[in-house]
Structures are given as structure tokens and as C-alpha cells.
């Protein structure tokens, strides 16, 4: 039988990880992510697999990110029975993290579902329920890192520290090709942290692979080098120029990890006095449930500059729990620090911050993560003037900022030195990143001396016949997205658009005038 490896997700895009491998030795899949992005992109996440989910052996997690695992209880509600392999802080994570997909799924649902009735459209069913989270959970068998484990018969895996989260996992995989003892070595990225960041060592696994599968997403970006005492230091900058604006600081982060972080650099610049004494809300309930998810593993945590007992516990902290103290944060006048999800502002209690704050001009909204194209953070971040959030039309007055030296990524040396330290190597894939992200780390690559047909840019759905250390491809094995949907659609094209129109329609003051605008544009559609 031909080894194949097909991309089921995050290839030309940073969601919906999914790679699919079919061998001799078994099918299995490394992740199993949601879909994030713009509704092209959100509707694969409805529509059925490009494989036959029963016929899938295991799975294996790399971490506990929903664009990595936000599919999994789809999975087994599809006929998945296969375990499911992951370390055992992703373990922990994932019950909290599929708990909160799946609300999010089912309130998507039930909000699409009240516009289809209005428009005599049939429902549509969320793609889970807390009920598939849970058969999933049981299905879960977690791992301790570097400590080889027997999938099934012929196959050996491990997991490396990824160092991107807390449980973040590379995989290296083994498996027989044949019966006369051949065998095939992979090893799949994950997603990979920087070098220096708080809480995990950097990454690491070891040389000498048929077949490495790197992530891409920051392939086009070299960061200057920050030092946790540097990062911490620009933090400490934007937050007091944020408090002495005299309004409050929104600052839209990850549940996992990222929202830890910022906890963590906080409470060591309130401790030294560095920064004004604000109120700090963490208003996230599934931030609040990794934080205490973090706690039980604050031993095996790496720079920590506060006791281990007061990790994430200060005077100034508040943990929101419920909805009625998340509304409580709106009448606080002090200028307080907001920490709210979701990072990229699609859902959550982030989103009433920024109602509540965008369009006053004392506020701050200050980013401190990823925003990928088509996100309600990504409009804001790159400069809109106005936003619609709940379906209501905003004004930003708030001064928007950005650091960029959070990030729970490898940048492009970083992502460059980890593929060279796998070496040799006989063919490298890069997924999980926009084009150009792929194109800019392909070349650094070929300048370090990789040969260019030893590099491989898959397309979403792209299946590859992998034989003698070759990777040929056979096209894509689904049609399901086309690739510029991937990137932008005409959803979030006719939102900007609307925006526009009613802009340049208010801003006629003579009645006659806006008529004969009106007149025009009726006469464009008759066209
Ligand atoms: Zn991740």
C-alpha cells in the first residue's frame, strides 16, 4: 500500500489543523481543529469531512487550541471510535476548551436558525453538542512528553515539547511500510513557540526524518529578539499610557496561555510599582477555567517571578464569573484593565467590552495576539473607523494599539532554525499559514541551503503519495473552499462596503443630492 498524506485543513489558511494519513499500518489523523475566519471558512466546519470518519484508527492532538481540536467531538459524533492520544495538560485543557466550542456552536446555531425561520429556510443542527464533548473526553488517553507509546500494531509515536502552550506537543511518528521491516519517520510540528517565553522551555525534538510537516504562521515575520524582561517592559509602556488617557484598557487575549501571561507580567509590574494600581478584571469564563488549569501545573512551570502559591492571585485581580459581574466592569469608572475573549474578538464577553468602549476616545483597545483576515479584531486592529458588533454600527475613538511581542509563535528564524535542526530531511511541508507566510519562510530556507523541490507548499485538500522519501502530488482530494475564499469572501467584502455607502450617503447634507445618489445606484443594480 502507497503511504499518503492529505491536508485536511490549515494549508493556505492557520485553522482547521487536520492532516490525514493513510499507511499500511493504519489511518490516523494528527488533529482535528474548527475552522476560524470568514463564513466561507465557518461553513466548513457544517459540511461533512473529506474522509470517512469510521474508518479513521486514532488521532493524536498536538494541543489544546480549538483550531487544532475544535472538530474532534464532530468526529466521533460522525462515527469516530478510535482513541484519542494527547499529553496530559491538553488532556485537562480540552475539557474546558470543547465545553466552550460546543456553547459556541450551539448558540451560532440557534442565532442562524432564528434568521433562517424569518426567511422560511429549514433549521440547520450545530456541528456538536456537549454530549459529543463528552463521548470524546472519554475517548482521551493522556501522554507524558518524550516517552514512546504503540498506537496500534507497526506504530510508535512520541511527543516533543512544542513549548506554544501549556501541553503543546510536536509529534514524531514511526510506522512499518511493509512487512520486511521498512518504515517511514515523520514528525509534525504543531504549533511551535518562540524561544524565549514564559512558562515552557523552548521546543525540541530530535533529527532525521522522512517527512516534516512545519507549521508557517508567522513564515513572512521576523520579530526583533524580546527577552521576557523586554516584553514585559512594552506592556508596562502601553499600559500607562492607556491609564493616563483615563479610561479603561480592553485588551481582547486568548483564553489559554496568552491571558495567563498578561496575568502573570501584570502582577509583577504592580508588585514592583511599575504601573498604576488599576482594577484588573479577567472577564472570560473559560480564561478563568485554564487559569486554574495552569495552577495545578505551576510546578512544572518555567520563570515564574511570583510565588507559586500566588500565581494568578493578586488584590487587584478579579476573576469574573458571572454574567452580571461582566456587566458590573461597564460602570467602572476608574480606568480599569480589561482581559476579555475571545482574542480575535469573534464571540465571547470581549465583544460587549468593545461595545461598551470603542467609540469613547479616553478607551484603549490594545491587541496582543494574532488576528487572522476577515475577524471583527483584524477589521479593528488594521484601522477601521467605524465597525458593526451585535449588529449595531460603532464609531473607534478608542486608541487602538498593537504589541506583537507576545506571541505564543516562533517567528521566521525561529520556525527556520527548528526545520534545520531536524536535518536531513527528505521533504518538508509547510502548513498552518497564509501564502505568503509560506513563500517568505520557503526561501529562507533555500538561502540556508535546502533544495527547493525538498520543500512543499500544500493547498487546502492537497493529497501527496509519499514513496522513497519523495512527495507526489495527486491533487486535491475534496473541492470544498476555494482558495481565495480562504483569505477574504464577499461577506466581509459587502460588511466594509455597507459601511461605506452609509457613510458617504450622511455626509450629503442636501436632500436633493443624496437622492440623485440614491437614483444612481438603483440604476447600477438595474445595470
Ligand atoms: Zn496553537
Known sequence: MVESLTFCGAAGTVTGSC?????????????????????????????????????????????????????????????????????RATVDLLEFMLADSAHIQESNAERRNRRRERRGQKPIEPSYSIED???????????????????????RARFWNAGHILGSASVEVKFDTDASGNTLRMLFSGDLGPDQKVFHPEPDAPEGFDYVVCEST??????????????????????????????????????????????????????????????????????????????????????????????????????????????????????????????????????????ANIWRP????????????????????????????????????????????YSAHADQPELADWIMERMPVARVFLNHGENDAREALRKLLIERGVKPDHIVIPAFDESFDLVAGTALSKGRAADRIEDEALQRDWHSEYAVFILRMAEQLRSIDDPIERHQLIVKMEAALQD
Open 218 to 355: 508567522y513564515g513572512d515575520r521576523d520579530r526583533e529578539d524580546y527577552t521576557l524582561q523586554g516584553r514585559r517592559d512594552t506592556l508596562c509602556r502601553e499600559l500607562n499610557t492607556a491609564l493616563e488617557r483615563g479610561g479603561n484598557v480592553v485588551i481582547p487575549s486568548f483564553a489559554l496561555e496568552r491571558s495567563q501571561e498578561l496575568l502573570h507580567d501584570i502582577h509583577v509590574l504592580l508588585e514592583k510599582g511599575k504601573i498604576h494600581p488599576a482594577a484588573v478584571f479577567l472577564d472570560s469564563p473559560l480564561a478563568r477555567k485554564a487559569t486554574e488549569v495552569f495552577m495545578r501545573y505551576a510546578d512544572s512551570l518555567e520563570d515564574i517571578e511570583v510565588p507559586n502559591t500566588d500565581l494568578f492571585h493578586h488584590e487587584k485581580f478579579h476573576l469574573v464569573q458571572t454574567v452580571q459581574e461582566s456587566k458590573n466592569i461597564n460602570g467602572y469608572a476608574g480606568g480599569a484593565i480589561i482581559l476579555s475573549a475571545s482574542g480575535m474578538c469573534t464571540a465571547g464577553r470581549i465583544k460587549h467590552h468593545l461595545r
Open 19 to 87: 492532516s490525514l494519513i493513510t499507511s499500511g499500518a493504519g489511518r490516523f489523523l494528527v488533529d482535528c481543529g474548527l475552522y476560524q475566519g470568514n463564513r466561507s471558512v465557518d461553513e466548513l466546519n457544517s459540511n461533512p469531512f473529506p474522509f470517512d470518519p469510521e474508518a479513521i484508527d486514532f488521532l493524536v492532538l498536538t494541543h489544546a487550541h480549538i483550531d487544532h481540536s475544535g472538530l474532534v467531538p464532530k468526529l466521533v459524533k460522525e462515527g469516530f471510535n478510535g482513541p484519542i492520544f494527547a499529553t
Open 362 to 405: 479616553e478607551s484603549t483597545i490594545l491587541f496582543v495576539g494574532y488576528q487572522a483576515h476577515g475577524t471583527l479584531g483584524h477589521i479593528i486592529s488594521n484601522g477601521a473607523k467605524k465597525v458593526r458588533i451585535h449588529g449595531r454600527e460603532f464609531e473607534v475613538n478608542a486608541a487602538i494599539r498593537r504589541i506583537g511581542n
Open 133 to 155: 464533548v463528552n463521548a470524546a473526553l472519554e475517548m482521551m488517553q493522556p501522554l507524558e512528553y518524550e516517552e514512546w507509546w504503540d498506537p496500534q500494531p507497526g506504530v
